[in-house]
RNA sequence: CGGGGCGUAGCGCAGCCUGGUUAGCGCGCCUGAUUUGGGAUCAGGAGGUCGGAGGUUCGAAUCCUCUCGCCCCGACCA
């Protein structure tokens, strides 16, 4: 946890002196949403600029390479709307995220369980601002038998309806909050802390792989205490578990922060979130964590016994990441060649591609090959060796590094002679990332040392990413200017209504992403009224 | 739901305006040979109800009508 204090004081340090000309520029359109990866999954990717036979030159290799499509080793459209077949490659990145965030779930004291993938309609309507919140994207089951229709296909069977149609859960609050309330009786049922890792369904109107489709995975995580102290803790200490994640494991520099009344969950008190910058300059918001008061104590009658006998209610919090995380880890390191894992969360962390001509070189390179791998595989490292024979060593070079493998280890007759490997790093193209005559017994201490830097370095240059296209503005003119212009985050000092903050959705398509943590030092003037404040909210236009 | 666009081989597309042998091209796929330290080359081959239905015509991928689906932009959202 110590690491999340230090990227926000880097942060907070960063933001200051920001706006060093000839920094990074934000482009319109990042390029993995153009070309190479997920993001345009379900598009078709038009490689003429003009609309004729201009190939674009960083697209030409994609565009006229794709033996496999990079696309689609993560994921695929499915034959239904807005869902996503997640391939084994795109899954092992959220099992990455699901073991990192599992552990520390543990870590804090809270146990697994399950709840039904189906809530009775009426659980829903009991919180009212939840209703308004999901009522409009909830997929409802209304019958349980299907019988043959008219023109011999299926239709439900009229005779077979429920008596209370059944939503598919949009999140988890209601029914979670129906048996927290057998659960809890006494003080000393206190603090309940519970998470589920599940599937959630909302129908969306607009989707996007892994950033938004109709059904998700995630991990919900619902609490229960005595007092709003302690759930206020909880809800703060969820919130710096997920930076904790964000930033060790995705090396994604992210922003804790309060949301605005506007963004908030639809029943909570106070909803707090993780904000992280993607390659175009949009915010994504890629955890959030809830205080929900007694809302839901109420509407669900989750009350314990106090010391003095007396009947109190619970105050509860929930929290939740998803499978969006997948989408950010791709978004916020991925470059014109494809994908770039953080090497925590990358499923081959090292690839051994071997290289030979003739049969004789074949058996003493893969003897090698072989060996070198036992010692990765001793030295903890998450390790493959490519034995295809029908693609060249070059192709095997290029596939690795669209699919974001941190470290290649070229293994041919020479290193076999001098009985070493030659080392390639993801982040650094071409031969100033690699490393000649690395000694075989050497090769699992300078792989891990390889592996420690890149997810350092992958972190360092998303925080420069971020920090050289965050700004601040005093006025609303200059606001939309860097909004239509530049993008990325503005931060400035804010003391608007609701109103205003509607407004200013509507004129620019920007929303305030959070007031970060620790950024109340220091009174302004906010830049759309004009009134003096202490407040800092961060602007940006987001998935 | 409003505005735009697209459905032709596994993927990406041309052909349609101006109807006419057996519907093409690139990539991928299969076989063989030569290759292999940064996306190999050559030769041969497989693969299509041209989204669907109806109509016009001697003849429809092409023209007309209807229909289904998908994508983009917008309203809504993690």
Same mark, same amino acid.
């Given at each position: 946890m110590r690491q999340v204090e230090i990227g926000h004081a880097m942060m907070r340090q960063r933001s200051r002196n920001?706006?060093?000309?000839?920094s990074a520029r934000v482009s319109r359109l990042h390029p993995l949403e153009r070309a190479a990866s997920i993001p345009c999954l379900f598009q078709k990717v038009r490689f003429f600029d003009d609309g004729r036979?201009?190939?674009a030159p960083q697209r030409r290799l994609l565009a006229m390479v794709p033996r496999r499509d990079s696309r689609r080793e993560l994921a695929e459209s499915s034959p239904v709307r807005g869902c996503m077949v997640i391939r084994p490659y795109g899954f092992a990145l959220w099992e990455a995220i699901r073991d990192g965030l599992d552990r520390r779930f543990k870590a804090t004291g809270h146990v697994n369980a399950y709840f039904p993938?189906?809530?009775?309609m009426s659980y829903l309507a009991r919180e009212a601002e939840h209703v308004d919140g999901f009522a409009k994207e909830c997929a409802v089951v209304t019958h349980h038998r299907l019988i043959a229709g008219p023109d011999g296909g299926l239709v439900p069977d009229p005779e077979a309806k429920l008596e209370e149609p059944l939503v598919v859960r949009p999140t988890s609050e209601t029914i979670i909050g129906s048996s927290f309330s057998n659960w809890v009786q006494s003080y000393r049922d206190l603090p309940l802390l519970i998470n589920q890792w599940a599937n959630v369904v909302r129908w969306e109107l607009r989707t996007r792989p892994f950033l938004r489709t109709t059904e998700f995975l995630w991990q919900e995580g619902h609490t229960a205490h005595a007092t709003e102290a302690e759930a206020v803790e909880e809800t703060l200490r969820m919130l710096d578990v997920y930076a904790d994640f964000a930033i060790n494991d995705a090396a994604i520099p992210v922003i804790k922060g309060r949301k605005s009344a506007r963004e908030r969950f639809a029943g909570a008190v106070d909803t707090y979130a993780i904000e992280a910058m993607m390659g175009n300059g949009w915010a994504l918001q890629a955890g959030t964590s809830h205080y929900l008061g007694t809302n839901f104590a109420k509407a669900f009658d989750i009350q314990y016994l106090d010391r003095e006998n007396i009947k109190q209610y619970c105050h509860t919090t929930s929290w939740g990441l998803s499978t969006r995380m997948v989408g950010a880890a791709i978004m916020a390191h991925g470059d014109d060649q494809g994908l770039r894992l953080p090497p925590v969360m990358a499923p081959i962390q090292a690839v051994i591609v071997p290289i030979w001509r003739k049969d004789p070189e074949r058996v003493l390179v893969m003897e090698h090959a072989a060996k070198v791998k036992a010692a990765l595989e001793a030295a903890g490292v998450r390790v493959k060796l490519d034995t295809r024979d029908d693609v060249s060593p070059g192709y095997k070079f290029n596939d690795w590094e669209m699919r974001g493998v941190p470290v290649r280890v070229e293994i041919g007759p020479r290193d076999v002679e001098g009985d070493a490997v030659v080392l390639g790093r993801r982040d650094v193209p071409g031969k100033e990332g690699k490393q000649f005559g690395i000694p075989a017994a050497q090769v699992g201490e300078a792989v891990c040392n390889l592996l420690v830097e890149i997810q350092a370095g992958l972190l360092r240059q998303a925080t420069e990413f971020r920090d050289a296209n965050t700004r601040s503005v005093s006025s609303y003119d200059a606001f939309r200017q860097l909004i239509d212009g530049d993008g990325g985050f503005i931060r400035v000092h804010w003391a608007g209504s609701d109103e205003d903050e509607d407004t200013i959705k509507e004129e620019?398509? =920007?929303?305030?992403?959070c007031f970060p943590?620790? =950024?109340?030092e220091g009174e302004g003037v906010c830049f759309y009224t004009g009134k003096r404040t202490t407040q800092v909210a961060l602007f940006a236009r987001a998935y």
């Amino acid at each position: 946890m110590r690491q999340v204090e230090i990227g926000h004081a880097m942060m907070r340090q960063r933001s200051r002196n920001a706006q060093a000309p000839g920094s990074a520029r934000v482009s319109r359109l990042h390029p993995l949403e153009r070309a190479a990866s997920i993001p345009c999954l379900f598009q078709k990717v038009r490689f003429f600029d003009d609309g004729r036979e201009d190939y674009a030159p960083q697209r030409r290799l994609l565009a006229m390479v794709p033996r496999r499509d990079s696309r689609r080793e993560l994921a695929e459209s499915s034959p239904v709307r807005g869902c996503m077949v997640i391939r084994p490659y795109g899954f092992a990145l959220w099992e990455a995220i699901r073991d990192g965030l599992d552990r520390r779930f543990k870590a804090t004291g809270h146990v697994n369980a399950y709840f039904p993938l189906f809530i009775p309609m009426s659980y829903l309507a009991r919180e009212a601002e939840h209703v308004d919140g999901f009522a409009k994207e909830c997929a409802v089951v209304t019958h349980h038998r299907l019988i043959a229709g008219p023109d011999g296909g299926l239709v439900p069977d009229p005779e077979a309806k429920l008596e209370e149609p059944l939503v598919v859960r949009p999140t988890s609050e209601t029914i979670i909050g129906s048996s927290f309330s057998n659960w809890v009786q006494s003080y000393r049922d206190l603090p309940l802390l519970i998470n589920q890792w599940a599937n959630v369904v909302r129908w969306e109107l607009r989707t996007r792989p892994f950033l938004r489709t109709t059904e998700f995975l995630w991990q919900e995580g619902h609490t229960a205490h005595a007092t709003e102290a302690e759930a206020v803790e909880e809800t703060l200490r969820m919130l710096d578990v997920y930076a904790d994640f964000a930033i060790n494991d995705a090396a994604i520099p992210v922003i804790k922060g309060r949301k605005s009344a506007r963004e908030r969950f639809a029943g909570a008190v106070d909803t707090y979130a993780i904000e992280a910058m993607m390659g175009n300059g949009w915010a994504l918001q890629a955890g959030t964590s809830h205080y929900l008061g007694t809302n839901f104590a109420k509407a669900f009658d989750i009350q314990y016994l106090d010391r003095e006998n007396i009947k109190q209610y619970c105050h509860t919090t929930s929290w939740g990441l998803s499978t969006r995380m997948v989408g950010a880890a791709i978004m916020a390191h991925g470059d014109d060649q494809g994908l770039r894992l953080p090497p925590v969360m990358a499923p081959i962390q090292a690839v051994i591609v071997p290289i030979w001509r003739k049969d004789p070189e074949r058996v003493l390179v893969m003897e090698h090959a072989a060996k070198v791998k036992a010692a990765l595989e001793a030295a903890g490292v998450r390790v493959k060796l490519d034995t295809r024979d029908d693609v060249s060593p070059g192709y095997k070079f290029n596939d690795w590094e669209m699919r974001g493998v941190p470290v290649r280890v070229e293994i041919g007759p020479r290193d076999v002679e001098g009985d070493a490997v030659v080392l390639g790093r993801r982040d650094v193209p071409g031969k100033e990332g690699k490393q000649f005559g690395i000694p075989a017994a050497q090769v699992g201490e300078a792989v891990c040392n390889l592996l420690v830097e890149i997810q350092a370095g992958l972190l360092r240059q998303a925080t420069e990413f971020r920090d050289a296209n965050t700004r601040s503005v005093s006025s609303y003119d200059a606001f939309r200017q860097l909004i239509d212009g530049d993008g990325g985050f503005i931060r400035v000092h804010w003391a608007g209504s609701d109103e205003d903050e509607d407004t200013i959705k509507e004129e620019t398509k =920007a929303t305030i992403r959070c007031f970060p943590e620790g =950024a109340e030092e220091g009174e302004g003037v906010c830049f759309y009224t004009g009134k003096r404040t202490t407040q800092v909210a961060l602007f940006a236009r987001a998935y």
